[in-house]
């Protein structure tokens, strides 16, 4: 089964920043567009940004618009979130995503997540001070 494997997640202050990352051992990310959702505990599954393959063409959630920056290096097949300016409203378990081949990046999808073949188990951010 083909898994993106999420890590940089952890505890950072109210205004501070954090970088999660994204790799896989098993494929090659950068055929693939890559979607960042979160959840929160009690809340619904949030889509937070998304990155084309080529790195071309991104697109975020309103919430993190101006705070949160998606970034891929595909010759490391690794996609970022570096994630500034935090709040304790970003606290949730982060997941990176893959598109089904050949599928991408769309405003509908940042929000259902339609398309979305490959989920990651994910990594927990706590914003708190």
């Known amino acids: 089964q083909l898994q993106p494997v999420e890590s940089g997640g952890g505890l950072v202050r109210p205004g501070g920043s954090l970088r999660l990352s994204c790799g896989a051992s098993?494929?090659?990310?950068?055929?693939?567009?890559i979607q960042w959702f979160r959840q929160a505990p009690g809340k619904e599954r949030e889509g937070v940004s998304c990155?084309?393959?080529?790195?071309?063409?991104?697109m975020y959630a309103d919430s993190v618009k101006g705070r949160f920056t998606i970034s891929r290096d595909n010759a490391k097949n690794t996609v970022y979130l570096q994630m500034n300016s935090v709040k304790p409203e970003d606290t949730a378990v982060y997941y990176c995503?893959?598109?089904?081949?050949?599928?991408?990046?769309?405003?509908?999808?940042?929000?259902?997540?339609?398309?979305?073949?490959?989920w990651g188990k994910g990594t927990s951010v706590t914003v708190s001070s």
């Open positions: 995503a893959a598109f089904e081949y050949g599928l991408g990046c769309s405003q509908s999808a940042l929000v259902s997540g339609a398309g979305i073949a490959y």
């Open positions: 990155i084309s393959s080529s790195g071309a063409r991104t």
């Open positions: 098993e494929f090659t990310l950068n055929y693939y567009h």
